[in-house]
């Protein structure tokens, strides 16, 4: 990391996404020497009146996920916490940002007068609906002002607008306050181990490059699946929905990464062009080939209205019109209050031509990439059954994370995303025109939804999901294989 003083901002630091997920990366990359606290200056703001103490408190119980912390854990929480300074402040007065803007730079000047320059990232743990007011207060008031040197960024999480016009007018009004370059969209996903090797594994291994296409694939699988509901986020939840919340950016983005044809270079601006291609290339999605469904139970919450057409589940197929995947079906699934807890990519092949075995039964060539739980990805081909028969049966190369990297651990998603913003690197970061790409997917669905014109199916909580979704799978040529 470069020389100079680095504030961090975190505005909604009393808000969930700060406690739960912000302040514990931030911690986790202080415990590994990434923050040196001669350098890092940690602010929260929000609106609340409390203390530096009250707030430190309320982060507290969530720094340290396991029980039993350590004696130099709970030094570590102590150190940390102590960089955390509090700013109460309205998001759209210039009280409260002129009054931050003081506290980064005391800070900046009684440590690092003469030693480098001054840098600024401003978290936006906050709903959209203040991103364009809070923008305008941070441009005004609180930007970097060094004369040696340093940057302003600003990291924003999604939902970024609810369709493509008011997607497109927040990026404008955000685009009018910063430059691309300045604004890190956050997609959580993309911070993910297992996302993140999908460029190497592809790249860097002659054994896909050949394979990779409509000649050998049969159909992609892009799955999310929760075992809960929406419990304490109802009101959020039903504004948006399933594809809003999960479809159109997390399982999109891993869409791009599986479909994408090899950028030039590994720079971020060349992996993120040949993003954009892949999503442009998407065809408009058939009514025919998208199953939507709510779980019972899901309006009882008393923040979701009795009548809600808000999908909890829904399985989508896109079709890329291109070379490469023309006729290829990506079945992108997600649910909530389904029977598991996981997110995987599934990449099915064609069956073997002249199959002189007659193991066609027995399931298809397969390789799995399980993002959560538990990393691993495994192929599933069929072998010769041990022993003096000549009988086949599906067998798997296994490469599961938890045993063959023992005692290696995997950065949380957040903890990547952050160290990249300070050092810069925007790779792993949506960008306005993929974002735009994205929208222009799914807005005329999510309208027909919104109008109620298409409506969710219901399904058991703890079930797979409404039956119709496992026969669009098998309409669209998926093959259920056995043994897993
Ligand atoms: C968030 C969604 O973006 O991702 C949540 O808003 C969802 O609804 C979460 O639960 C899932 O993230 P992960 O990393 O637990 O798969």
Redesign the pocket.
């Known amino acids: 990391l470069e020389n100079g003083s680095l504030s961090i901002i975190v505005l909604g630091a009393s808000g969930d996404l700060a406690k739960k997920k912000t302040f514990p990366a931030l911690f986790n990359l202080y415990k590994q020497g990434f923050l040196l606290p001669e350098e890092v200056h940690i602010f929260g703001y929000a609106r609340t009146k409390i203390s530096d103490e009250e707030l430190r408190n309320r982060i507290r119980g969530y720094l340290v996920r396991n029980k039993g912390a350590s004696p130099k854990d709970v030094e570590d929480v102590t150190n940390f916490l102590q960089l955390i300074k509090y700013v109460s402040g309205s998001y759209d007065g210039e009280e409260g940002f002129r009054l931050l803007d003081k506290e980064i730079s005391d800070n900046e000047i009684s440590k690092h007068s003469a030693e480098g320059s001054s840098r600024r990232l401003f978290y936006l743990a906050l709903p959209p609906s203040v991103y364009p007011s809070v923008c305008r207060m941070i441009r005004h008031y609180c930007m970097n002002r060094s004369d040696l040197g340093g940057w302003t960024r600003i990291v924003v999480e999604?939902p970024f607008g609810k369709d493509l016009d008011s997607a497109e007018q927040l990026s404008k009004q955000i685009g009018e306050l910063f430059e691309e370059p300045q604004i890190y969209r956050i997609d959580?996903y993309l911070g993910k181990e297992l996302v993140q090797n999908l460029l190497v594994l592809r790249f860097a291994n002659r054994f896909f490059l050949p394979l990779w296409n409509r000649d050998n694939i049969a159909n992609v699988q892009i799955v999310?699946r929760?075992d809960f509901g929406t419990e304490g986020?109802g009101g959020y939840?039903d504004e948006y929905g399933i594809i809003r919340?999960?479809i159109q950016n997390?399982l999109l983005q891993v869409l791009c990464l599986v479909a994408m044809e090899k950028p030039i270079s590994l720079k971020p601006e060349h992996i993120r062009d040949e993003k954009v291609k892949v999503l442009q290339s998407v065809m408009p999605i058939e009514d025919d080939e998208v199953v939507l469904g709510q779980y019972d139970g899901y309006t009882d919450d008393p923040t979701v209205p009795d009548h809600s057409n808000t999908p909890t589940f829904s399985t989508v197929i896109l079709r890329i019109h291109n070379e490469r995947w023309e006729g290829v079906p990506f079945i992108l699934k997600a649910g909530k209050a389904l029977n598991s807890r996981k997110?995987e990519i599934r990449v099915q092949f064609k069956d073997v031509p002249g199959d002189i075995f007659k193991c066609k039964k027995q399931g298809r060539n397969e390789f799995v990439i399980r993002l959560?739980p538990s990393e691993a990805m495994y192929m599933k081909l069929t072998v010769k059954q041990p022993g003096l028969e000549m009988a086949t049966v599906q067998s798997e190369l296994d490469l599961s994370y938890g045993q063959r990297y023992q005692g290696v651990t995997i950065p949380e998603?957040y903890e990547r995303l952050i160290l990249d913003t300070i050092r810069g690197d925007q790779q792993h970061f949506v960008r306005r025109d993929e974002l735009k790409a994205a929208w222009e997917i799914f807005t005329p669905l999510l309208h027909r939804i919104d109008n109620g014109e298409l409506k969710p199916l219901p399904y058991q909580p703890g079930s797979r999901g409404p039956a119709e979704a496992d026969a669009l799978l098998e309409k669209v040529g998926y093959v259920q294989t056995h043994g897993y």
Do not use: G, N
């Open positions: 999604k959580h999310f929760e986020r939840f919340d999960i997390h997110a959560q998603a």
